[in-house]
């Protein structure tokens, strides 16, 4: 229950840096399955365009090379 009080009630979001379909978005569904008794909710959300678009949507700071 550590986990869940952590996050507050809030909902664990997973992101799949990838199209939906493909093995990144099996891998977060996968991981979403197996987290679910741990955290509680979760959601996996796709986000189209790679580790760019991941560094866009989760950490700005990575560099651009």
Same mark, same amino acid.
């Given at each position: &229950?550590? =986990?869940? &009080? ?11 840096? =990838? ?35 991941? =560094? ?10």
């Amino acid at each position: &229950d550590a =986990a869940k &009080d952590t996050l507050g009630g809030k909902q664990l979001k997973i992101m799949a840096p =990838a199209d939906p379909g493909g093995g990144w978005d099996s891998t977060a569904r996968a991981m979403q399955a197996a987290l679910e008794d741990i955290v509680g909710r979760s959601e996996v959300y796709n986000v189209t365009g790679g580790i760019a678009a991941w =560094a866009d949507e989760a950490d700005t700071s990575v560099p651009r090379y």
